[in-house]
């Protein structure tokens, strides 16, 4: 068992070139705040130095408090708090965060259902072949108008929306991976006895799965994006919307914490993912589910989950 | 009983030519008798196996097992394939159970069988374990006991061990015959190794270019160690097998083709 100081120490040992290109790029941006010229609009630099973005434009964020309970509220006249930034940002990051994983859930539910159930039948399969292209087609940020006019501008036309953008990616991705299924498995079950459809849940699914955490690891950055680009245009809360309401006033500095708050948000979710789909596919040899999951993801893992070969 | 008349199989191979993988076979199998199947690669000895276990279907003829004609898979008839099928997904007790499960065995009962195969293929204290975390030959020992544990009356194995070294190829030997003596069920078994055919089975059947070419009863005592298999029947028969596999003359190679061209 390692103590905390060392193994902190191994993380940066292993990762300092990353660390110090990260250090290079803050003290570049740092620099280029204290010399970048004043928004025409508001007293505010073109890019918004680091003490700026994590003193005034976090304070400002208490404008953003629109319930009249625990923070004095600014838009009608009260004093901007700390506390009444935390909440505003606490509460917006919470709506976003509920849109982006209910839609997440519902696309990822509703696309492998449907994939699945293409794969069973090769007539479907066929059937489906053009429209699913059509489909990849669309632009997704294009469409966000059409939802709002079907749903409204309300939570619901954001999770479908997120749900439809990430839907069809999990919908061709299952039916692609239930068209790699290795044939053996599926003889070997039927040799077994084993129905049509316990073959579908314990066999196609679990032998799928792999395909199906690759296609959470790109349609996350992919929902990230239709959840804010929901909230830009339409909804009128969330974290995507507090930029838009920064932009209005040229409040850069605004812009970019909500914009740092975005990295860490999707960075976290990535990790909680990969957690997850390490978990999962823990039945893979590390290698092959490093692969699918990130390759990075072996240097994260207890030694424990390391394979271990037993004799025979 | 296994009752084969006049098996053909044709199919087209991925380059379109027509591939006649077997032409005319008519064998019957007697309950309880170890059958080795011996011959080349692409001489329609996977095939056969696939159409006994009603993977491929024939183009004519017929297959019958105790009277009832094969028109696809059936728990009656498990496979060990030359392939690793275990589920890696599954733990090593799940995949015993797979098949028990998937006959609606009360789950009391799949305990029950599920302890007593994994001990039977001397795998009890691996139950939890991940396939992944078995060597190769601890994987076929599991495919082996998920098969015998669903009950299967006729055991196909496809070249089961032609992937394994030779020590751990022995001990599979010595564990298969032990199983099957105890169980009295049919195996049919493939496989390219004369050697191995000797120590397996009680009849072997030569098969060249989709034909069975021979029916030898092989009437040596058991176990057949090095000094039964140097003996002059054992030598004999070896020397009938070469000669049906056109072997004495040299070697012609053809085309191998795959079963998976089959679907």
């Known amino acids: 068992m390692t103590t905390l100081p060392a193994r902190i120490l191994c993380y940066v040992r292993a990762r300092w070139i990353s660390i110090l290109s990260i250090v290079i790029l803050v003290t570049i941006w740092e620099i280029a705040g204290h010399l970048s010229p004043k928004s025409p609009l508001r007293e505010s630099p073109l890019v918004p130095p680091l003490e700026m973005i994590f003193g005034r434009s976090l304070l400002g964020m208490s404008d953003y408090w629109r319930i009249d309970m625990w923070a004095p509220m600014p838009v009608v006249g009260g004093a901007q708090t700390y506390l009444g930034a935390f909440l505003a940002l606490a509460y917006h990051s919470a709506l976003t965060i509920f849109r982006l994983a209910s839609g997440l859930v519902l696309g990822a539910v509703i696309g492998t259902l449907l994939g699945l159930a293409i794969s069973w039948s090769p007539f479907l399969r066929k059937l489906s072949g053009a429209p699913l292209h059509l489909l990849r087609m669309f632009p997704l940020l294009a469409m966000i108008p059409l939802f709002q006019f079907w749903f409204g501008a309300n939570n619901l036309s954001a999770i479908v929306f997120v749900a439809y953008g990430v839907g069809v990616v999990y919908f061709v991705a299952t039916i692609n991976a239930a068209s790699n299924v290795q044939g053996k498995y599926i ?77 860490v948000y999707a960075g976290a979710s990535y990790l909680v993912c990969r957690r997850v789909a390490a978990h999962v596919l823990r039945w893979m040899p590390s290698a092959t589910r490093a692969e699918v999951v990130d390759h990075s993801i072996e240097a994260e893992l207890p030694m424990e989950d390391q394979p271990v070969m037993v004799n025979r | 009983m296994i009752d084969i008349r006049d098996a053909r199989c044709t199919f087209r191979h991925t380059s379109g030519r027509l591939v006649e993988a ?39 003829g017929a297959i019958a097992f105790d009277g009832n004609t094969v028109t696809g898979p059936s728990p009656e008839r498990g496979m060990v394939f030359q392939e690793d099928t275990v589920f890696p997904w599954m733990r090593v007790h799940d995949n015993v159970a797979f098949g028990l499960r998937s006959l609606g065995t009360r789950e009391s009962e799949t305990e029950k069988l599920v302890s007593e195969w994994l001990s039977a293929v001397k795998l009890t204290g691996f139950a939890h374990s991940w396939p992944k975390e078995l060597s190769g030959g601890m994987r076929k020992r599991v495919a082996i006991a998920t098969v015998f544990a669903t009950g299967a009356k006729t ?17 599979l030997h010595s564990l298969l015959l032990d199983l099957w003596a105890r169980t009295n069920r049919t195996i049919v078994f493939v496989t390219h190794d004369i050697e191995e055919a000797l120590i397996l089975g009680d009849r072997i059947l030569v098969m060249s270019e989709g034909q069975i070419v021979d029916d030898i009863r092989v009437d040596l005592k058991r176990p057949r160690d090095e000094e039964v298999r140097a003996s002059t029947r054992a030598v004999t028969v070896t020397k009938s097998i070469i000669r049906n596999l056109g072997l004495a003359g040299g070697v012609d190679e053809t085309p191998e083709p795959k079963s998976s061209d089959l679907r």
């Open chain 2, 22 to 60: 077997l032409r005319g076979v008519s064998v019957t199998i007697d309950d309880g008798e170890f059958v080795c199947l011996v011959g080349r690669s692409g001489h329609g000895k996977s095939t056969l196996l696939r159409a006994l276990a009603g993977l491929n279907p024939l183009s004519s």
């Open chain 2, 155 to 171: 055991l196909l194995m496809d070249e089961p061990f032609g992937s394994l070294d030779y020590v751990t190829r022995i001990t």
């Open chain 1, 187 to 263: 003889d070997y079950a039927h040799t077994l006895g084993a129905s049509q459809l316990r073959i579908y849940l314990r066999v196609v699914f679990p032998a799928i799965l792999p395909e199906l955490f690759s296609s959470i690891m790109l349609t996350l950055g992919l929902a990230w994006s239709a959840v804010i680009g929901a909230e830009y245009v339409g909804v009128n809360s969330g974290i995507g919307r507090m930029i838009i309401w920064a932009e209005f006033f040229s409040a850069t500095g605004r812009m970019m914490l909500v914009t740092i708050l975005l990295i």
